[in-house]
């Protein structure tokens, strides 16, 4: 293999993994930290005050641009031309994947082992602990930066059941999904 391809793949593996830094420090720091003094913030307090409230596509690309140039011109700079285009591709690639699973604890719910662990893991951060596993698709840096909190069961508030259309649904057809076991509606 050759020097540009192993830039590009050794970029692309670095971005990935500074995807996750990435993650937790933009939903934390600047989500969570800064109460509303910047759109970050506001953007995502935005989605707790209403969790079926996403900020608009058009406004996260306006956001993700600058990031993702710095990561291009910064790690190209740094580590050559190969392993910037790998780096900005890893963590496009890992803010995409963070997207969909997001939405997905949402709106679509816990369909697979894993996603029954994230939907907790990220659901316990809304109803009771914001303070508190702020990682979306790793527990990794909640774990090492000690803000990570294990969730066996979330409670929900009875009044909040309709933000969350899959645990509605599985609630009223009488159904019983594994997940639901996850699951305590307080009143
Ligand atoms: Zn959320
Ligand atoms: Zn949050």
Redesign the pocket.
């Known amino acids: 293999m050759g020097a540009n391809a192993i830039g590009l793949l050794a970029g692309l593996a670095g971005g990935l993994v500074g995807w996750t830094l990435l993650e937790y420090a933009i939903h934390f720091w600047l989500g969570h930290l800064p109460r509303g003094r910047i759109l970050t913030s506001r953007e995502h307090l935005a989605?707790h005050a209403d969790?079926l409230y996403f900020t608009p596509f058009a406004l996260k690309v306006r956001g993700a641009i600058p990031v993702l140039s710095a990561v291009l011109l910064g790690a190209g700079a740094a580590f050559g031309a190969w392993a910037g285009a790998g780096a900005t591709i890893g963590i496009a690639a890992g803010w995409t994947v963070y997207e969909v699973v997001?939405q997905s604890?949402?709106v679509n719910g816990p369909r697979s082992a894993w996603s029954r662990w994230a939907a907790r893991h990220?659901l316990e951060h809304?109803f009771r602990n914001p303070r508190a596993n702020h990682g979306v698709t790793t527990p990794i840096w909640d774990l090492l930066l000690g803000t990570h909190v294990p969730v066996e069961r979330v409670r929900v508030p009875a009044r909040a059941v309709p933000s969350l259309p899959w645990l509605e649904r599985a609630l009223a057809s009488g159904s019983t999904p594994e997940f639901l076991a996850d699951y305590e509606i307080a009143s």
């Open positions: 989605h969790i997001h604890i949402h990220h809304h």
